[in-house]
């Protein structure tokens, strides 16, 4: 929340793209104009750069690209840099709502080189508890409407194809999810693994013959 006002989704967004590199205008246009998930117009973008940069949230500087067409790059500033940690690391709604898993993905993207990864697995497991808890509370209830409907002889095979599919969706979010932790799991341990200590051969061949034993030499020459 900044200045009484709770940002935006897309505002978190830009924020996520800047913080990746910094970012005009027009870049941040292009980039969503090439993702089909997301549009956004010049009316919708460079009003949200001015409320994040009068709120503290972002920079701006001017960047001479050709003499006479001065443009605009924006930075992350301390600010918006943990407004942006703190949004990354909250636990999505687990819905079945389009927008709501979109942004999630966006947050694990943004997540990458930002959050330790310790962090990533335990938002990962958070998010699959919240999908198990709505995945449990939406079969009861799709189980007790398909019951009511059944009893009152108006089953309808539309509205069971439905729900299946949500349920579907979830089970493939499910998946994915898993996925996700077990592979960050495994970049973790392998960053952990000690790595085997290989003598030079070269520096073997440089070190002097050892001395022999004083025993050794009396033996050479007992009887």
Do not use: C
Request: aromatic share 8%; glycine share 6%.
């Amino acid at each position: 929340m900044t200045n009484g006002r709770e940002l935006t989704p897309l505002e978190y967004l830009v924020m996520g793209l800047i913080s990746v590199k910094p970012q005009s205008g027009y870049s941040i246009m292009s980039f969503f104009d090439e993702d089909a998930g997301w549009s956004a117009s010049p009316g919708t973008i460079y009003p949200i750069l001015k409320r994040l940069e009068k709120a503290e949230i972002i920079v701006g500087e001017l960047e001479m690209e050709i003499e006479t067409r001065p443009r605009k790059v924006y930075t992350l500033s301390p600010l918006g840099d943990q407004l942006l940690n703190d949004w990354l690391r909250e636990v999505p709604r687990a819905v079945s709502s389009y927008e709501q898993r979109e942004m999630a993905k966006w947050r694990f993207q943004f997540m990458e080189g930002r959050l330790p990864k310790h962090e990533i697995l335990q938002w990962l497991e958070n998010y699959l508890d919240a999908l198990r808890i709505y995945d449990f509370g939406r079969r009861v209830f799709q189980e007790g409407t398909l019951n009511a409907m059944s009893e009152l002889g108006q089953m309808s095979v539309h509205r069971q194809l439905i729900m299946e599919a949500t349920l579907l969706e979830n089970n493939t979010l499910r998946t994915w999810l898993e996925m996700a932790k077990a592979r960050i799991a495994a970049t973790m341990t392998s960053e952990m693994r000690p790595v085997p200590y290989t003598p030079d051969p070269k520096s073997m061949r440089d070190e002097p013959a050892p001395l022999p034993d004083e025993d050794d030499e009396l033996g050479d020459f007992g009887g």
